[in-house]
């Protein structure tokens, strides 16, 4: 079975320092992982993804996560945090087989203080 | 066009009433999703189709009713809904049903009185 665990329900910065939201992943396959973020009352927009090519993902908006199959992990950085990055973040991963299922993790809202 | 819309923004029903949910995409994608999402949750899926066509049914209750008339349309047809039905609910729609990446839309609020 696959699964992802977000580790921190609630991460709180101060605008214009680094962002550090935590994702592990179980998967008996090379998986494929994703970050989205949805904004509030809004969907959920694709941040990055992760399908076996470079293990270091650039995302948009400055996002970045690294795939570690070592420590089974894709934790999503971004170097300086903007007012208009506090949102709820979902690391996603897809089910190998049974079609183009995805598996959320319970999400991590990210709040941007001043 | 990265774009999938889905309308009304907003509804209010009550127990009796019958509604439809409608979602659109131009993308060319022949895969569609439905996918609740409750307060604070993350989403869960309901329906996959795949080139029109029901490939997946999260065992939801025979109260939603799928349909995809063509590979640009998807609708969720509401009947005899329960306050519990009241959520968020998002289509997302992706080229194809296998490794693909999933666009979704802005979602349709759904409270049911």
């Known amino acids: 079975a696959q699964s992802v665990t977000q580790l921190d329900s609630h991460v709180s910065v101060s605008e214009g320092t680094p962002v550090l939201l935590r994702c592990n992943y179980s998967s008996s396959y090379s998986p494929s992982l994703f970050w989205y973020v949805q904004h509030p009352n809004k969907g959920l927009q694709l941040l990055l993804k992760y399908t076996s090519a470079a293990t270091l993902v650039k995302g948009i908006n400055g996002f970045e996560a690294e795939f570690k199959k070592s420590e089974t992990s894709f934790h999503l950085t971004k170097p300086s945090a903007h007012m208009s990055d506090a949102a709820e973040y979902f690391c996603?991963?897809?089910?190998?087989?049974?079609?183009?299922?995805?598996?959320f993790g319970t999400g991590t809202q990210l709040k941007v203080e001043l | 066009d990265t774009e999938v819309t889905q309308t009304p923004k907003h509804l209010v029903m009550g127990m009796t009433n019958k509604k439809s949910l409608k979602c659109e995409q131009h993308?060319?994608?022949?895969?569609m999703y439905w996918y609740k999402q409750k307060a604070k949750k993350p989403p869960e899926l309901m329906f996959v189709?795949?080139?029109?066509?029901?490939?997946i049914n999260e065992s939801v209750p025979s109260r939603f009713s799928p349909e995809c008339p063509n590979s640009s349309l998807l609708n969720l047809h509401l009947h005899a809904l329960q306050p519990e039905d009241s959520a968020l609910y998002l289509c997302a729609s992706s080229p194809l049903a296998g490794v693909e990446t999933q666009y979704f839309g802005p979602g349709t609020r759904l409270l049911v009185l």
């Open positions: 189709y795949s080139y029109e066509k029901l490939s």
């Open positions: 996603v991963v897809r089910l190998t087989g049974g079609g183009n299922k995805l598996t």
């Open positions: 993308m060319g994608h022949r895969a």
